[in-house]
Nanobody, 125 residues
Framework: QVQLVESGGGSAQAGGSLRLSCAAS????????MAWFRQAPGKEREGVAG???????AYADAVKGRFTIYRDNGKNSVYLQMNSLRSDDTAVYFC???????????????????WGQGTQVTVSS
């Protein structure tokens, strides 16, 4: 079992920045693949960014060049640095983790077993 707790959500102006954090506990051994997903009102949850245990990353086209995912295995944490925020980034952001996940599945929602409770990000224009 892996428990995930997100933090760092809040409000920002368009063009601003926020950093989300996700702390993992339980069966964490540094091999977990981790990712951030988001769900906007009235929309399905979508993959935003994912990272392997050795640091390979994947991003949704909508956030490439603006968001950066990174991890600190010593702290069992993953982060999402969000820059140049836009109003359509407004959503609840979820952290997810899975063991031994293939790289090409990093942004697949149904590939993940463990989920955090979500944190709200609101971007105003």
């Amino acid at each position: 079992q892996v428990q995930l707790v997100e933090s760092g959500g809040g409000s920002a102006q368009a063009g601003g920045s926020l950093r989300l954090s996700c702390a993992a506990s339980g069966n964490t051994n540094g091999r977990n693949r981790m990712a951030w997903f988001r769900q906007a009102p009235g929309k399905e949850r979508e993959g935003v960014a994912g990272i392997t245990s050795d640091g390979r990353t994947a991003y949704a086209d909508a956030v490439k060049g603006r968001f950066t995912i990174y991890r600190d295995n010593g702290k069992n944490s993953v982060y999402l640095q969000m820059n140049s925020l836009r109003s359509d980034d407004t959503a609840v952001y979820f952290c997810a983790a899975e063991l031994n996940l293939a790289y090409w599945l990093l942004l697949r929602e149904d590939a993940y077993t463990y989920w955090g409770q979500g944190t709200q990000v609101t971007v105003s224009s």
